[in-house]
């Protein structure tokens, strides 16, 4: 069994705190909307994915004590705003709360819907990759930031329990150090070969031709195929590109915001400074420092090889390809 960032017990979410890990595994529980919020904005809770199917139970735990819904969503989606899943399940809930639905069981539908549609990614990606192959990802798209197996993460679980021999190159992915902390943890848990290397190592294992593959997670993808993902990722996509190595995105279809016509119109979350002059609450940079710390960046569609969704592996060009995904629903 992979590792599960929440669990809904008793009424209760308990949500793994990945500020610590993986030095210490705590459980958070959360019993209101707020506590969701809360815990998504301080990152207890991270991950496109994972923030969308806690969010949705933050809602049904509004629902649960009487709370206003359309305040826990606004509440809500106003925690982090570039992951687009986190309004998709938060707008999902209020859909279901006006049909009259039980929104415990709305929740707990969407927290399996996404272990499943990742298990689909996996299984879409997985062909993508040889029979041996060395793949570079990019921050945590794995179990910890989804319900549950992961996305970038489930593509090379699945190429493995396939039999491929697959070897993982993690970033440390400065300045939160998913990739340090979580990537490396989560595939060593799981006996997965990964080797952390520091983010601006990644060129130089380019050169040596070290690289079949980039596979990265995605917060949101625009109609015409630009993707928001973790600061840093665009560096990886051009570094990728430069060495004519293949950069695959692989996200659910509840990441692609049909209504974001490019990565100029994808909110780019500015997180605080302290994140980025401090190194687990030591001070490295001098005081007084100017400081940007953009969460996220956008590659554009042209760097992305190809798009692997729960509903099959999307190429460019995309505004045509994510647009026949989406009339597809309609007719669904
Ligand atoms: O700031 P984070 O840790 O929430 O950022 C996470 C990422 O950038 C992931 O790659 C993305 O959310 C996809 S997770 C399957």
Redesign the pocket.
Known sequence: MHVTPLRWEGGVLFLLDQRLLPREEIWVACRTANEVAASIAT?VV??????GVAAAYGMALAAERGDDLDDAASTLKRA?PT?VNLAWAVDRMLRASRAGADLTREAELIHREDVEANMRIGRHGAQLLGERATVLT?????AL??AGY???LGVIRAAIEGGKHVAVFADETRP?L?GARLTAWELQQDGIDVTLITDNMAGHFFQQNRFDAVI????RIAANGDTA??IG?YTVAVLAHAHDVPFYVA?PIS?IDPDCPDGTAIPIEERSAQEVVEVFGSRVAPEGIAVRHP??DVTPARLVSAIITDRGVLRAPYESSIAALFEERVHA
Request: hydrophobic fraction near 40%; proline fraction near 3%.
């Open positions: 990152m991270r991950g496109a994915p994972a923030i982090r992951a990019h921050c945590n798209a794995g930031a989804t992961g996305t970038a939160y998913q990265v997670g995605a917060d993902n973790k990722t996200a990441t969460a996220f």
